[in-house]
């Protein structure tokens, strides 16, 4: 055979070998795939081949779902001494233990007294607000309805009757509407609406329009975000005003 022609058969099987050597097979004769696999690439003019590494795979981003378990921060002291005209008793659930620091930071003129518990019901808070009677001077300020249970101490409008004959000699009530997240939070909060009617000292704060028109006050419906704290201090002060002197 001529030199030419035995050349021209190398460089045949030469090419054979590194395509047999670039992809192989698996035991069920499919073919194997690895992205840590060595990828090689022939270098022009050269007949040694170059080697790069395939880079590993990027880790997946996880976003975690906002820790409400941290939240709220804790609950400032309650003040001493007798309640005066510009002391306001602060009452309330889950949701307004999240103000414990926008709601005084809202209130310079206040002197702010906290009672706010996770999970507590407006059917337990009328006996908080009896014992406490004492500490509570010229304002109370109520967000209280959403754990309410059906037919626990009569309904709410009745429950809420019995919190203001406690404090019916009280200059001014502010009671927060809840978030409406179902049907009997809607109805809760027409009975605090209707409630403005039948007692002269109270005053209704409509937070369930302010969330419902603006859900990204809240992570869930319900509990509040930073900025929801402060648009939720903000809707406390401008119906509580100043203190009566």
């Known amino acids: 055979m001529p030199a030419r022609h035995r050349l021209a058969v190398l ?9 047999l050597g ?10 194997v795939t690895d992205d840590a696999a060595v990828l090689t690439t022939a270098a022009a003019g050269t007949s040694a081949p170059t080697t790069t590494t395939a880079p ?6 996880t976003t975690l779902a906002p820790d ?12 001493t001494g007798p309640a005066a005209a510009n002391s306001v008793f602060v ?14 930071g809202a209130l310079p003129e206040w002197l702010v007294t906290y009672d706010a518990e ?11 607000l009896a014992d406490r009677r004492p500490e509570i001077g010229g304002a109370v300020v109520v967000m209280l309805g959403n754990n309410y249970i059906a037919g626990e101490r009569g309904d709410y409008a009745s429950q809420l009757d019995e919190a203001m004959a406690v404090l019916a000699d009280v200059p001014r009530v ?11 939070r809607e109805a809760i909060n027409e009975a605090i609406r209707a409630a403005e009617a039948r007692w002269a000292n109270l005053v209704v704060a409509d937070w ?12 869930d419906g319900l509990h509040l975000t930073p900025d929801g704290r402060e648009e939720l201090a903000a809707v406390v002060a401008d119906h509580l005003g100043s203190p009566r002197r």
């Open 208 to 219: 369930g329009a302010v969330i419902d028109a603006r859900p990204e006050l809240s992570w």
């Open 56 to 61: 590993p795979p990027l880790a997946p981003t």
């Open 22 to 31: 670039a992809c192989g097979d698996d035991a069920s004769g499919g073919a």
């Open 68 to 79: 409400t378990g941290a939240d709220p921060p804790p609950a400032p002291a309650a003040p």
């Open 91 to 104: 009452i309330g659930d889950s949701v307004l233990l999240g103000t414990t620091r926008s709601i005084p």
């Open 118 to 128: 996770g999970s507590r019901r407006l059917a337990q808070a009328i006996d908080v």
């Open 174 to 184: 502010v009671w927060l509407t809840v978030s409406p997240v179902s049907p009997t």
């Open 11 to 19: 460089v045949i099987a030469a090419a054979g070998v590194l395509s």
